[in-house]
């Protein structure tokens, strides 16, 4: 159940840029929920070594910790 697309973005991939590029960001729950995914943080690991993506992440107060990625220069 993909309720935060409008469009369903094909592909892992680009769902995962997706969520990711969100000026909130996306948990590592939110990463397998909407991929969906049992390892999310290999995802991730994914996006950087094949597609070039920085990839940052935040400590929230409650201990889980929020994820933000870029794409590399010279792509949207």
Do not use: C
């Amino acid at each position: 159940m993909l309720t935060m697309f409008q469009k369903k973005p094909v592909g892992q991939m680009a769902r995962l840029k997706l969520i990711l590029s969100r000026k909130e960001g996306a948990s590592a729950a939110e990463i397998a929920r909407y991929l969906p995914t049992t390892s999310p943080h290999s995802k991730l690991a994914r996006l950087v070594r094949t597609h070039g993506w920085t990839i940052t992440k935040r400590d929230n107060p409650d201990g889980t910790k929020q994820y933000f990625g870029k794409p590399p220069k010279g792509t949207k």
